[in-house]
């Protein structure tokens, strides 16, 4: 009998469950929870069939599946070496480094580092939906450390669910995530903290259309998550936010000058995305 | 018979042809349109019925709505002098204070300026839709300076196609709008330049996940109307992108410094967005 863990039965990890439930292919799916409350809407919600200790969970599993945040990922992984001699093991943090540095060279073969890109500002349990990794991409880091057939029943899994892989160096990932994916939070963070300061709710809320909403939508995100990802890749997000400072800069100062055709072809540079996303 | 002449047949000017055809508001509707091929569109899409010359369309109809970008507004207002003695004017414009300052006082009565707040990033005649306006604010601005039958025309357009009105002074207007709707622009123009300026077009397309395409969204927003937005709003756009700053210094000084804590605690306080958007 083949057994999934998932350890944080959250956005992530419960969209996984939903979605490999329904693509039947477990006979169990077991989930690890962060409290008593969240445990009993896990199962309440059929997204989990049992909530297990820790240590259960990684002794009776197969295949595991760590979607906590990327720190207590880092604390677990040298527990890891616990599980059945057999087990795969994968992870679904937002930052990789950090994570590949903490495997025990025991395991190292059977631990694939993933992150989907995907997700929604909200978590926990209820959170999670069963289409949430359908036509995304995963990236898979470092995967030359990994044996076959570790390998293999990893990216089946993801497969299976509708995902479509991507290979790359975690320092690579990291980077990038940085500038895609780490930013717009900071940013968005910083929006919402710039306008809650100098706005009333009803103006907010009588001013925000589709566009403030948008921008803002991030910055609902779980800090407890967040803030373990600022702390683990710390020096590519402290480039990005450099990087975007220069731009925001630029456009201050041309302001500043009335500079009104360079700000206009500032802004028309930033049109090129269109074209980028267009071309999907 | 009633006309209803729309200066700038793009994405809010046919949008709100559209609604108002579907509403059978007027007996006809004909447009101005910035080039040959923008008034084939609007026609073709029967957006419009007939595409006029501005001297015509001010001529000829009884309600007048300026839907262009803000500085072609600004340069138009002068010439409404020539309408009906009877014609009722309204505006769409992003800013208020500038186009308040240029209607003349002999149509001042018959003028109201508006800003409904929706839009998207697409512009031109294809981008209408006629549910754009459904269910979304207009501010009218400085209306004890309308004439009340005129007020009650233009109130009375924006109530049948679905909107709910607020009234604002154009100062208060312009200083909540700098902050809620023209910084995201700016923050979303320097995301973008400075993901495009370090990022290939692959690596965007696959780490992008909803997070950096909401927040890219907005860069995609025409320059041409943008650019006029930012002429005439300058200063409290540079306040707003300072306070901006200021927030997003915040959070670099609290990383650099590793004090978790405290960023932990600057994230969370963007988290009250949360519960201001829960409680519509």
């Given amino acids: 009998m083949r057994q999934l863990g998932i350890v944080g039965v959250g956005l992530m990890g419960g969209s996984l469950a939903l979605a490999a439930r329904e693509k039947k292919l477990f006979d ?40 906590a945040p990327v720190e207590t990922i880092v604390a677990l992984i040298p527990k890891l070496v616990a599980a059945k001699s057999d087990a795969v ?5 937002s930052t990789k480094t950090a994570i590949v540095q903490a495997i025990p060279p025991a395991i190292r073969g059977r631990f694939v580092a993933a992150h989907p890109m995907c997700g929604t500002e909200y978590s926990g349990p209820k959170a999670a939906f069963g289409s949430l990794y359908d036509d995304r991409i995963v990236v898979l880091c470092d995967t030359e450390a990994n044996d076959q057939g570790a390998l293999e029943t990893i ?10 892989i991507v290979k790359m160096r975690s320092q690579d990932h990291d980077r990038h995530a940085a500038f895609i994916s780490h930013l717009p939070h900071a940013i968005s963070y910083a929006l919402a ?21 948008d921008m803002s939508r991030l910055a609902k995100s779980s800090s407890a998550m967040w803030i373990d990802i600022f702390k683990q890749n710390k020096p ?24 009104w055709d360079a700000l206009e072809r500032w802004m028309k540079s930033a049109n090129a995305l269109h074209a980028i996303f267009k071309a999907e």
């Avoid at 990216?155 to 479509?164: A, E, H, N, P, Y």
């Avoid at 903290?193 to 589709?210: C, P, W």
């Fill in 28 to 67: 169990s799916i077991v989930g690890c929870c962060k409290s008593r409350e969240s445990s009993r809407a896990a199962i309440e919600l059929n997204v989990i069939d049992r909530a297990l200790s820790f240590d259960d969970l990684i002794a009776d599993s197969d295949t595991i599946a760590l979607a």
């Fill in 89 to 93: 093991f994968a992870d679904l943090g």
């Fill in 155 to 164: 990216q089946t899994l993801f497969s299976v669910i509708g995902m479509k």
């Fill in 193 to 213: 903290n710039s306008v809650l300061r100098q706005e009333d709710k009803r103006s907010i809320l009588t001013l925000a259309a589709g566009g403030f909403r």
């Fill in 236 to 259: 590519a997000i402290t480039a990005a936010i450099n990087a975007f400072d220069d731009e925001l800069k630029k456009a201050e100062k041309l302001l500043a000058g009335d500079d």
